[in-house]
């Protein structure tokens, strides 16, 4: 059964750092392209970065370009979601999602064309 699950989140001030985690199982998730989005009340899901299965490759929002770093841990089955220098439009239920049954690279899983994703987790900026 295939499953992601996100953690990490909570509150932090202007400025601060959390790092989310995105555990996956029940599928080889080296190979697949792993997206994270984000969604905040009333505005619509935004693709924040990807990490591409081929080679690894990364895409990142211009939103966060510079502040957020994706990486993955093969061993534990995880994508990491560093997010540095957090604004209070940072604020959204944070989720990772993948495509499965599909041409699953960060080009597709961006646009939303994704099967898979897990419940998301919260992450407030705020002072």
């Known amino acids: 059964q295939v499953q992601l699950v996100e953690s990490g989140g909570g509150l932090v001030q202007p400025g601060g750092s959390l790092r989310l985690s995105c555990a996956a199982s029940?599928?080889?998730?080296?190979?697949?392209?792993i997206g994270w989005f984000r969604q905040a009340p009333g505005k619509e899901r935004e693709g924040v970065v990807c990490l591409s299965s081929s080679d690894d490759g990364t895409y990142y929002a211009d939103s966060v370009k510079g502040r957020f770093t994706i990486s993955r841990d093969y061993a534990k089955n995880s994508v990491y979601l560093q997010m540095n220098s957090l604004k209070p439009e940072d604020t959204a239920v944070y989720y990772c999602?993948?495509?499965?049954?599909?041409?699953?690279?960060?080009?597709?899983?961006?646009?939303?064309?994704?099967?898979?994703w897990g419940q998301g987790t919260q992450v407030t900026v705020s002072s």
């Open positions: 999602a993948t495509l499965i049954d599909g041409d699953s690279t960060c080009v597709t899983v961006l646009r939303g064309g994704y099967d898979y």
């Open positions: 029940g599928f080889a998730f080296h190979d697949y392209a």
